[in-house]
Nanobody, 122 residues
Framework: EVQLVESGGGLVQAGGSLRLSCAASGFTFDDYAIGWFRQGPGKEREGVSCISNIDGRTYYADSVKGRSTISSDNAKNTVYLELDSLKPEDTAVYYC???????????????WGQGTQVTVSS
């Protein structure tokens, strides 16, 4: 059975950093793209970053470009998202997803995790 489990969220001070993890199982990890999305209170779900495990290409939303890094450890079937210089507007539930095409549009993804809460205090 396909499973995606996020971890690493919590309460973080503005200006700080964190690293989120997405542990995948139940499918051929190397055949998929993995993406990170977030949804803040009263907001639509938006793409943050994604990576293709086929060719290694990475993509970042303008809101996090320059202060985030996505990486994949294929031996562990785990994708990480590092966020630096955190802002209150980064507060959201962060989800990881698996799909065939790397894109920041949520409608194209097949499998989803349950999410991990990130709260940035000002």
């Amino acid at each position: 059975e396909v499973q995606l489990v996020e971890s690493g969220g919590g309460l973080v001070q503005a200006g700080g950093s964190l690293r989120l993890s997405c542990a995948a199982s139940g499918f051929t990890f190397d055949d998929y793209a993995i993406g990170w999305f977030r949804q803040g209170p009263g907001k639509e779900r938006e793409g943050v970053s994604c990576i293709s495990n086929i060719d290694g290409r990475t993509y970042y939303a303008d809101s996090v470009k320059g202060r985030s890094t996505i990486s994949s450890d294929n031996a562990k079937n785990t994708v990480y998202l590092e966020l630096d210089s955190l802002k209150p507007e980064d507060t959201a539930v962060y989800y990881c997803a698996a799909g065939f095409i790397p894109t920041l549009e949520a409608t194209w993804w097949t499998y989803w995790g349950q999410g991990t809460q990130v709260t940035v205090s000002s």
